[in-house]
């Protein structure tokens, strides 16, 4: 028992001088650091359990800016630098993209196809799917797609109406949630080709499937912290991230709609039109490359990945987007009717029809969302994987490969050296003159580099649609309910409201 004992408080001992040494690891470099705890490192909780890693990295980065190009910090057991220097995160995302290229995520595409996506492919393999799929998001594309999005658009300003009649608060409506069913009818119609209907019934099927995406968990938080902090060995492990009743609905949907129109050959002028345009005719040719040589097509269960990373990117962060600049409008209607004034005179420069063109001569309108993106950037910092040693430029400090790079675009985005008073909302910031003037790494909502995101003009187009049929018929103010300022739910990574977007919605008197 007594050598039991000794053993045992020698192997704690142990664990303890690791855990130590490594939680000490750039203090030991003589790189500033906050102290971490042990397994969880600097991830800040508060005592309802919420993460709180953005705030920390804004602290840190207004303590730091000036004096450091970055500090240490630990994200579990992963060794991280907090990059503040704007010269050195364009250096990362640009000019050394090659060594940044991988987000250190877990992925398995073999096991779970929906991990098998774009923002979670790394190496070979997600530079061959990017090469794939980028002319897919073309402008010409987007443009071919625009129908489809207006259609939506449409029903959008039908379902305000009906949701004002039947709204219990005399016309306050919760804009978030009206948002969330545009935009999942839009990737739903775009993205998978199936008419979702969750603006008439906001029950529909497809609505609750991909609430239950962010909702339903297959493992247990300490199961998703190991497939996060070791990728490889969960591969390894054949671990999978999403519930196999998710899993199985994406791929059936995909399966009947690729099935249905190759054969009846019809087209829809969508993203799943594009996507069997890239289909291989034969996937056991495509399926021996092991995701690398594309060259004969993409096989149906990778198109099902990409479909649905194209849902889950682009319903959330759009509709949030959509929310947060109507909720910036209602509290500041001088701009709203700013941006009303410039639909209308650029839609009776075309004969009252919402066209694509019309779309992109709106540059107020424009300027309205990218400053919602800025006040919001729904993802509040990148992060990035060394895979060699790292010389940080002007300094003799080095990076070490496997370490991760956290590029802090809220705190960055909140400067008010760069964005002089940060927490005003103010559309005139991203005109061509002060915009060009910024530095390119002052502005990152949708990333920088060649992982920015590759459907930053789909998203922008189906956020500025569904504004100018809302902005058109309504007007929107403050109401008893809407929140100022708002409360964010932490322990989600995207920018999420902890209570909703509730505003007055008034019917135009003469509908523009």
């Known amino acids: 028992m007594f050598l039991l004992l000794t053993l045992i408080i020698i192997a704690l001992a142990l664990v303890v001088f690791a855990l130590e040494r490594h939680y000490t690891y750039w203090q030991r470099r003589g790189v500033p650091q906050v102290a971490p705890r042990y397994v969880v490192g600097n991830i800040q909780r508060t005592p309802g359990g919420q993460v709180q890693l953005r705030h920390f990295n804004k602290l840190l980065y207004e303590e730091y800016k000036k004096r450091r190009p970055f500090v240490g ?11 503040l220097d704007l010269d050195v995160i364009k250096d990362i995302c640009i000019s050394k993209f090659s060594n940044f290229q991988d987000r250190g995520v877990f992925s398995n595409p073999r096991d779970d196809p929906l991990t098998g996506h774009l923002f979670r492919l790394e190496g070979e393999q997600w530079r061959a799917m990017r090469q794939k799929l980028t002319p897919v998001f073309s402008s010409g594309n987007m443009k071919y797609m625009f129908p489809t999005v207006l259609k939506v658009g449409n029903e959008l300003t039908q379902a305000c109406h009906a949701a004002i009649a039947d709204s219990t608060h005399k016309g ?14 839009v990737i739903g119609t775009c993205a998978f080709g199936i008419e979702c209907n969750s603006l008439r019934d906001p029950q529909a099927e497809f609505r609750s ?12 938080q300490l199961v998703q912290t190991f497939m996060l902090m070791n990728p490889d060995l969960a591969r390894r492990l054949r671990l999978k991230f999403f519930p196999d009743h998710i899993i199985q609905f994406y791929v059936d949907v995909v399966r009947q709609t690729v099935e249905l129109r190759q054969r009846d050959r019809g087209k829809r002028n969508d993203f799943m039109d594009l996507m069997i345009a890239l289909k291989a005719e034969d996937e056991r040719l495509s399926a021996k490359s092991d995701g690398i040589d594309l060259s004969q097509g993409l096989t149906l269960l990778q198109i099902v990945s990409q479909a649905f990373v194209f849902f889950v990117a682009g319903f959330d962060t759009s509709s949030t987007t959509m929310s947060l600049c ?15 004034n410039e639909i209308e005179h650029v839609l009776k420069a075309h004969n009252e029809q919402l066209t694509y063109e019309a779309l992109n001569e709106m540059q107020y309108l424009d300027q309205a969302v990218d400053e919602t993106l800025r006040k919001y950037p729904v993802v509040p910092y990148l992060v990035r994987k060394a895979k060699e040693d790292y010389l940080v430029p002007n300094t003799n400090e080095v990076i070490e490969s496997g370490s991760l790079v956290v590029l802090p675009v809220h705190a960055i985005q909140h400067d008010s050296e760069l964005y002089p008073e940060p927490d005003k909302f103010d559309p005139e910031r991203f005109n061509t003159e002060e915009h060009s003037d910024r530095h390119a790494a002052a502005y990152m909502p949708f990333g920088k580099g060649p992982r920015a995101c590759i459907g930053l ?12 049929n809302l902005l058109r018929h ?38 523009r």
């Open 457 to 468: 003009r789909f998203g922008k187009m189906q956020a500025k649609v569904g504004l100018v």
């Open 326 to 340: 109507l909720y910036e409008l209602a509290l500041n209607p001088a701009i709203q009717e700013k941006a009303r």
């Open 209 to 220: 499937r991909g609430h239950a995406v962010f909702s339903e968990q297959r493992h247990s």
């Open 172 to 185: 306050e409506l919760e804009m978030k949630e009206l948002c969330a069913r545009y935009t999942t009818d």
């Open 73 to 83: 910090m630990y994200i579990f057991f992963t060794r991280a630098a907090l990059i």
């Open 474 to 511: 309504f007007q929107f103010s403050r109401s008893a309910r809407t929140q100022v300022p708002l409360d964010f739910i932490e322990r989600i990574f995207q920018i999420t409201p902890a209570s909703g977007i509730h505003l007055n919605v008034e019917p135009l008197k003469v509908a």
